[in-house]
């Protein structure tokens, strides 16, 4: 697909990639006269009462008018260019989209619009991107993770105080932040009272957050904010509004990692450097194999030395389908997650292989299951569990940058321990190296076949008996009967006459040490679910 198209769009996507990108379940195409292939630059909302300022590509939100007052701006919309039209009854304006030769897509009547852009915005980040000298779809796609994780409403700005991308609103705006996203600038009589305030002044030192207090005089609401840096340069600068509602605990924290990943993409942009996401992608090539670590180490710009790998899987119900928007959400949990690293550690990398995302921290000589680590990744991991429901678990290993492989599979193997114990979301190999080890000899048995415990199991299910469970507590727990008894709450009795019974059944010598570890063993393994026996 070229960049520029025959009508001199520069297109960050199109519009059936975006619909895809977000499963079809949040719009329904009415009619598209020319085809889904049109390019898609931005999501805007539009009040068809003014005069919106709508661009070739833009996918317009129609909000505060149905049904027939809506078409002037269907007309509107199609003599600028848009890409799209998107109401919440679309039926009676078919034929002005027709006319008009825009697409005309639908939601959910009940939905709210600031969920639309919100979602769209995310689909268009998470469409398969087309390159641009400028694109800026990492910038929308952090802007609208910013405002997720403070609550307020987030604006990114280069150096001149143009907008460089903004989140849906979060709460109310005061007039300062309409004025900026409509204009594409701070109005300057704003922009001369921030100087006054010493604001700017305070935005030139490195990951230091600013606190703009409210000045209800003004229409100005409280606000944070923070200056992007990179290379001793100051970029640009990121504001989050505060609405109705105070920001969130630990907003500042945020905005620092937000900035250094924000500087990221502005220099990608500006200077055509590595982006975020290909950095991403190498170091998804390290973790797998496909490229030697030394190398994406080199190519990352990496430090030698000791690092920490944090591997969080992120899906609902390992084992299972993915439900609708399952991709998209982990797309926002990766970003969540890129986030926390780089307030952590400036030169974090993160990358997402599978249902997993790996944080990679270089230059920590930390021990695992230090707090510090711990700390990190339990509140990370609760931050995306807040935001995005996954049941997120995460494992801390130790890291060679020359042998991201090796950490890879070790942090994989404390995950596949972590997945069965709902109690320990974050672990470390040491903390779970006994499991780890037997989950290895439940593999190395698992082709192994005991005639007497296939009888037993065939025995169970024609009865709906419960012997080979019994059985198997008993081993667990060395025989003591009482603590059996606890587990499945029936008399002590009833564990020894289903024991005895099993033995029988299963032709077991109970009193034969090694039959015992080869039952055990065994019967663990036959326990195992999916999610548990198998690779991600």
């Not at 890409?83 to 825009?102: F, P, Q, Y």
């Not at 292989?353 to 944080?359: E, F, I, S, T």
């Amino acid at each position: 697909m070229d960049n520029v198209r025959a009508d001199g769009l520069e297109q960050r996507t199109t519009l059936r990639e975006m619909v895809t990108a977000l499963g079809g379940h949040l719009v329904d195409v009415v009619i598209a006269p020319k085809g889904l292939a049109v390019g898609v630059r931005d999501v805007v909302v539009a009040d068809p009462y003014d005069d919106p300022a709508l661009r070739p590509g833009d996918v317009v939100l129609v909000v505060g008018a149905r049904g027939a007052d809506a078409r002037p701006l269907v007309a509107q919309a199609g003599s600028r260019g848009a890409a799209a039209v998107v109401v919440k009854s679309g039926v009676i304006l078919k034929e002005a989209a027709r006319d008009a030769g825009v697409a005309l897509l639908t939601v959910d009547a009940d939905a709210r619009w600031d969920q639309v852009q919100t979602l769209l915005r995310s689909g268009l980040a998470t469409a398969e991107p087309v390159a641009l000298p400028n694109e800026t779809g990492d910038l929308f796609a952090l802007a609208q993770t910013i405002a997720t994780l403070t609550g307020g409403s987030v604006s990114i700005e280069d150096v001149g105080s143009r907008v460089l991308a903004y989140s849906a609103v979060a709460g109310e705006v005061d007039d300062l932040r309409l004025r900026s996203i409509l204009g594409r600038r701070g109005p300057e009589s704003y922009l001369a009272l921030l100087r006054e305030w010493g604001v700017y002044d305070e935005l030139r030192r490195p990951d230091h957050v600013v606190t703009v207090p409210d000045h209800p005089e003004l229409g100005i609401r409280r606000r944070l904010a923070i200056g992007l840096h990179a290379g001793g340069r100051q970029l640009g600068s990121l504001w989050v509004q505060e609405g109705g509602r105070a920001l969130a605990e630990g907003a500042a924290e945020v905005l620092v990692g937000a900035a250094r990943l924000a500087a990221q993409d502005v220099v990608a942009q500006a200077h055509g450097a590595t982006s975020r996401g290909s950095r991403s992608r190498l170091l998804a090539d390290g973790l797998t194999g496909r490229v030697p670590g030394g190398l994406v180490a080199a190519d990352l710009g990496l430090p030698a030395g000791p690092a920490l790998l944090v591997a969080c899987d992120i899906r609902d119900q390992p084992g299972d389908g993915e439900p609708a928007g399952a991709a998209l959400r982990r797309a926002r949990a990766a970003e969540i997650i890129a986030v926390h690293a780089a307030a952590f550690r400036r030169s974090a990398v993160t990358a997402q292989v599978g249902p997993r995302v790996y944080a990679l921290l270089p230059g920590l000589d930390v021990d695992p299951a230090g707090p510090q680590a711990q700390t990190w990744a339990a509140e990370t991991t609760e931050a995306v569990r807040r935001e995005s429901g996954f049941p997120v678990r995460a494992a801390i290993v130790t890291a060679a940058t020359e042998a991201l492989e090796q950490a890879r599979s070790e942090a994989d193997q404390v995950l596949r321990v972590l997945l069965r114990s709902p109690a320990r979301p974050v672990g470390t190999m040491a903390q779970v190296r006994a499991a780890v080890l037997l989950e290895e000899a439940l593999d190395a048995t698992a082709g192994l076949r005991h005639p007497g415990l296939d009888a037993l199991a065939a025995h169970d299910a024609a009865h709906h008996g419960e012997l080979g469970a019994t059985l198997s507590s008993y081993l667990d727990a060395f025989g003591d009967v009482t603590v059996v008894a606890a587990q499945l709450h029936v008399h002590p009795n009833t564990v020894r006459h289903r024991v005895r019974r099993a033995a029988e059944i299963a032709g077991l010598e109970l009193g034969d040490p090694e039959q015992r570890l080869l039952a055990a063993l065994l019967l663990r393994g036959a326990r195992r679910g999916p999610a548990e026996s198998g690779r991600p």
